[in-house]
């Protein structure tokens, strides 16, 4: 069993940037993959990023996410960080980890078995 909390979200004017953690424990397994999603309101979850600790990889959904976002492990290995730059309205959501305990990562969210609570995030001005 997997727990995952995530923390850092807020208000924010565009153009700013926000650091998003997600932390997880209760893990028996060795290996473990992250990944991020937004949901903002009225609509699915979106896939923001993965990054898996079997080899290090790190996928990002779209194009304007890899331009701005960057994922990173913290050196304890249960800390995720989203590193969100240039943030704009569309950006708005609550954002959510999720994680699967085989180092997989995929975009779909009904792929993972383990979610956080989910932080909220706001892009306004």
């Known amino acids: 069993q997997v727990q995952l909390v995530e923390s850092g979200g807020g208000l924010v004017q565009p153009g700013g940037s926000l650091r998003l953690s997600c932390v997880a424990s209760?893990?028996?397994?060795?290996?473990?993959?992250i990944a991020w999603f937004r949901q903002a309101p009225g609509k699915g979850r979106e896939g923001v990023s993965c990054i898996s600790d079997r080899d290090d990889s790190i996928t990002y959904l779209t194009d304007s996410m890899k331009a701005r976002f960057t994922v990173s492990r913290g050196n304890g290995e249960n800390t995720v960080y989203l590193e969100m730059n240039n943030l704009n309205p569309d950006d708005s959501g609550i954002y959510y980890c999720?994680?699967?305990?085989?180092?997989?990562?995929?975009?779909?969210?009904?792929?993972?078995?383990?979610w956080g609570q989910g932080t909220q995030v706001t892009v306004s001005s």
């Open positions: 209760g893990s028996s397994s060795v290996y473990y993959a």
């Open positions: 999720a994680g699967d305990p085989y180092s997989r990562c995929s975009g779909r969210a009904d792929f993972y078995a383990f």
